[in-house]
Nanobody, 123 residues
Framework: QVQLVESGGGLVQPGESLKLSCAAS????????MGWFRQVPGKDREFVAI????????DYTESVKGRFSLWKDVDKNMLYLEMNTLKPEDTAVYYC????????????????WGQGTQVTVSA
């Protein structure tokens, strides 16, 4: 299993941007599909975005399409999530995840998860 550590969360105003980072150790990210999920208290964890192991495919949940973008820097072993035009409903703890299988990420069954980083969008 690869170890993951998220960073970059914070408090921003609606309409502003934020970039989350996920640092990986214990394995090359070129071997893993990776994703971002988010969770608010009292609700299930929600899929946000996914990227395939070779960065060939990406997909996003409908509510963030056109606003969020994810990519991997394999040389740095990092995953990023650029979030633009943030809305209050984007407020959540954001988690990165990694797995050898793309579909396991989609199903929320990844082998590796980070500890999460809080994103708060509020005026």
């Amino acid at each position: 299993q690869v170890q993951l550590v998220e960073s970059g969360g914070g408090l921003v105003q609606p309409g502003e941007s934020l970039k989350l980072s996920c640092a990986a150790s214990g394995g090359s990210l070129s071997r893993y599909a990776m994703g971002w999920f988010r969770q608010v208290p009292g609700k299930d964890r929600e899929f946000v975005a996914i990227i395939s192991s070779r960065s060939t495919y990406t997909d996003y949940t409908e509510s963030v399409k056109g606003r969020f973008s994810l990519w991997k820097d394999v040389d740095k072993n990092m995953l990023y999530l650029e979030m633009n035009t943030l809305k209050p409903e984007d407020t959540a703890v954001y988690y990165c995840a990694a797995d050898s299988y793309y579909n396991r990420i989609l199903k929320g069954l990844a082998d590796s998860w980070g500890q999460g980083t809080q994103v708060t969008v509020s005026a």
